[in-house]
């Protein structure tokens, strides 16, 4: 793995860069598992420039990774349960020509990282049952945790839950 990335923190002012990168993950990851009216109902749900700046309000933290100074990827996470001291990753993405890199793992670790700094002892993630993504998040310590179903508008999410120690 090349060492010529970076991570950093975003900011509001980096919604744009966010954004076009989830026009460019998104359809690409979800299409053999979602159907294109789901994919566009979430995106619209989730990914407008509007609904970005309003999970960074709530609480979310979004890491940008950069491979030789072009964004290729980012990740968000936000307190799930505080008494706990459990994270959610709410979204981890890299442009499908830079997976398989070695790039997610590297992102994925600066997240727990980060979280470890801020107190946290577990992470969980939510991963669509038919995401071929589980592979990857079970090689980076990952294990189910439990299953659920989420209504978004008229659609529904299927996934599992997954669960990592940090500490």
């Not at 923190?9 to 979800?30: F, G, K, Q, R």
């Not at 349960?81 to 890199?101: F, M, R, T, W």
């Not at 980060?114 to 090689?139: P, T």
């Not at 996934?159 to 990592?164: A, E, L, W």
Request: charged share 25%; aromatic share 12%.
């Amino acid at each position: 793995m090349e060492n010529n990335y970076t991570i950093r923190e975003a900011s509001t002012a980096d919604v744009p860069t966010i954004n076009a990168l989830a026009e460019a993950i998104w359809e690409p990851t979800y299409s053999s598992i979602l159907s294109k009216e789901q994919i566009d109902y979430m995106f619209e749900v989730i990914y407008t420039a509007e609904a970005l700046q309003q999970q960074m309000q709530e609480g979310q933290t979004f890491l940008l990774m950069y491979l030789q100074e072009q964004p290729i990827g980012f990740a968000a996470f936000s307190e799930k349960y505080p008494d706990e001291k459990v994270y959610k990753l709410n979204k981890i993405y890299l442009l499908p020509s830079c997976q398989g890199k070695g790039l997610g793992f590297e992102l994925i670790s600066e997240v727990e990282q980060v979280i470890q700094r801020r107190g946290g002892r577990i992470l969980d993630l939510n991963v669509n049952r038919y995401n071929k993504a589980k592979d990857f998040y079970e090689r980076c310590g990952y294990q189910v945790h439990q299953e659920e179903d989420i209504p978004i508008g008229p659609y529904w999410m299927n996934d599992y839950i997954m669960r990592k120690q940090l500490v």
